[in-house]
């Protein structure tokens, strides 16, 4: 890793003056600029875009009505690299210009850090000791310009008007009416002791989105989260933006050989499945037979999710009478399947200060947490206790947000902030997917177990957990693989029976071959709520996987991504042209065909269909 630094002290302003001169700092390659300065006693910011206004001066408070006073500023310029565990790169360049500007907020001294970055803007405050046990209502102002459309939340869902919503989830990503795509949302909220996720509602006095959260001060060196404002060409190139992930507080795992990013079979969406020996259901032989699948398969994970105990208390479990834990963790020990075992709270409280204990001594390799809610102190002591046991974490059912967090605490494998394959029994929409993979995606991995191949068995009703409304489930079999690909998680989670897979083992190639973790990502194509593209690279294989929504398309795929002056063997996957998102869909071909550097391939998708294809290069002697 390679670093430098360019100091500048821009100035010294006094700390009695109502009125301070703006102060500048540009990112690195001049693409964006931000401005602060101090109005009538209040601190205000802008951010323009290649001289574009992107946020009109907005207000930045630590404590509510505070008296602000600019007392020193200082830019540095910060060039390094990093290597993450697991994730859409397998480097990540940090290079941003940070301003540091020392204030008075009442006389109380505090910090404000602003780093710039080409592709985005983080700001966060740092606390003083003289700022003990004052409350703090961290409050950022957001005065957009030109927004168009916009989408927000752990569904991605389009606001139909934001001057009416009385409250937008994290992230909130706007299209501007010409074109460009700016998020809202925090990074490192891990560091944020005593701070919640932020709440954004809009201001109608101001004409504004106001993003806020309280915590009490415990003195020195306490940080806010970071506000993080994301500006790209496109929502596809919000999806690979590494600005959330740079302003998160690097690794704090000395030993991270154990975390192991990879694919498991999950068996909750199986139950009431008849595989022609048996149902599928809550029960040891169940668990037995999927684990042989992923041993067969090569599939690293297996996931046991809930109702394999039935209550927990007093550091005791009363597992059900069907299950065999024991054996069952005994056996995927003896296959080498690594188990991700389910914990829902509601089902009585086990005693957090033993419980991933209980969970690694019983053999897991991993904790899928259900319904421990969108709580940020909880969530910060379940991932410490996780790490300190040497337990992956997944978070389920309405999580907290905290983008970045995998940088710090990469056992965070993944998480359901987002709406998962048919969950609450509701089968979502091509479009709702497309949304998601938009705006979900923003705060990190994502747990969405796409994969279903037996859509046909789904949509007929012979899965217990299967849609309340049959046929509602619209989606093909390439387009099921093809998110997968789209969709980035440290644990792929694919949720069909073993022989739904095996009767289309051709297709299911695809899914075994693909990794979990990245060394280059490229967004191709893509459009909220209409189409992606995605290109993931893994060593010199390139992995492309394309989504439509419910309009049959063809979307153009460029290779320049590959390398000049090599041929490669594209293997393609996609919908047979009798496929249909509803009424045929589990129709697929495979072709294969030789493709080089700057060749486009078209992708035909149908009504809800997918594209996919892995490019291996044909490596000829001279």
Request: charged residues 20%.
């Amino acid at each position: 890793m390679t670093r430098f630094f360019a100091w500048l002290v821009v100035g010294v302003l006094t700390a009695t003056s109502l009125y301070a001169d703006p102060v500048t700092v540009q990112s690195p390659g001049g693409q964006l600029a931000v401005s602060f300065e101090v109005r009538e006693d209040a601190l205000f910011y802008s951010i323009s875009r290649e001289n574009r206004p992107v946020v009109d001066p907005s207000k930045v408070e630590i404590f509510a009505g505070a008296k602000m006073a600019v007392v020193e500023q200082s830019i540095r310029e910060s060039d390094s690299s990093w290597k993450p565990v697991y994730g859409q790169f397998s480097s990540i360049r940090d290079h941003h210009r940070e301003l540091t500007l020392s204030l008075t907020a009442d006389s109380v001294p505090v910090q404000l850090i602003c780093r710039v970055f080409d592709r985005g803007v983080g700001f966060r405050f740092v606390l003083s000791e003289e700022s003990v046990g004052k409350k703090m209502t961290y409050t950022s102002e957001y005065k957009l310009l030109g927004g168009a459309a916009h989408y927000a939340g752990q569904r991605g869902a389009k606001i139909a008007n934001l001057a009416k919503a009385k409250r937008v989830a994290v992230p909130l990503v706007t299209q501007r009416d010409d074109g460009l795509h700016v998020a809202l949302l925090e990074s490192d909220l891990y560091s944020a002791a005593g701070f919640e996720i932020m709440g954004i509602r809009f201001a109608a006095a101001s004409g504004s989105l106001v993003a806020s959260s309280s915590a009490v001060s415990i003195g020195e060196g306490q940080v806010t989260a970071w506000r993080v404002i994301l500006i790209d060409e496109t929502a596809g190139d919000l999806t690979v933006n590494t600005v959330a992930l740079n302003l998160a507080a690097p690794c704090k795992l000395a030993d991270t050989s154990w975390i192991k990013p990879g694919k498991g079979l999950w068996d909750w969406r199986i139950h009431g499945y008849h595989n022609g020996e048996f149902v599928y259901g809550i029960d040891t032989r169940s668990y037995l037979h999927l684990i042989d699948f992923c041993a067969e398969q090569g599939i690293e994970y297996f996931t046991v999710d809930d109702f394999w105990f039935t209550k927990a208390g007093n550091g005791k479990m009363t597992v059900a009478p069907e299950v065999d834990i024991a054996k069952v963790m005994s056996y995927a020990k003896e296959k080498g399947v690594m188990i991700m075992l389910y914990y829902d709270r509601r089902k009585g409280n086990f005693g957090d200060e033993t419980l991933f204990r209980h969970y690694a001594d019983l053999g897991a390799t991993g904790m899928k947490y259900g319904f421990m809610g969108n709580k940020a102190d909880f969530t910060r002591d379940a991932i410490n206790a996780a790490a300190e046991n040497k337990l992956l974490i997944n978070f389920h059912d309405g999580p907290v947000p905290m983008a970045g967090v995998e940088r710090t605490m990469p056992n965070l494998i993944t998480r359901e902030y987002c709406h998962g394959q048919q969950d609450s029994r509701s089968a979502f929409t091509p479009e709702t997917f497309l949304q998601m993979a938009m705006v979900s995606a923003l705060t990190g991995p994502l747990d969405m177990s796409n994969g279903n191949f037996g859509i046909n068995s789904i949509n007929a009703g012979e899965r217990k957990k299967g849609p309340k409304k049959r046929n509602s489930y619209i989606s093909t079999v390439v387009s099921e693989v093809a998110r997968n690909l789209v969709i980035y998680t440290g644990l792929v989670t694919l949720p069909d029976a073993p022989e739904e897979y095996l009767k289309k083992a051709d297709l299911f190639e695809f899914l075994k071959h693909m990794p979990a973790t990245w060394d280059d990502t490229r967004v191709l194509n893509s459009k909220i709520g209409n189409y992606i593209t995605v290109a993931r690279r893994t060593g010199d294989r390139w992995f492309v996987g394309s989504v439509s929504d419910q309009t049959a398309q063809t979307l153009d795929i460029p290779l320049d991504f590959l390398e000049s002056g090599e041929t490669y063997e594209a293997t393609i996957y996609q919908d047979s042209p009798d496929a249909h998102g509803v009424k045929n869909p589990e129709a697929y071909e495979i072709s294969t065909a030789t493709v080089k550097r700057y060749d486009v391939l078209p992708a035909k998708m149908v009504v809800g269909g997918g594209h996919a294809m892995i490019l291996r290069p044909i490596h000829r002697k001279p």
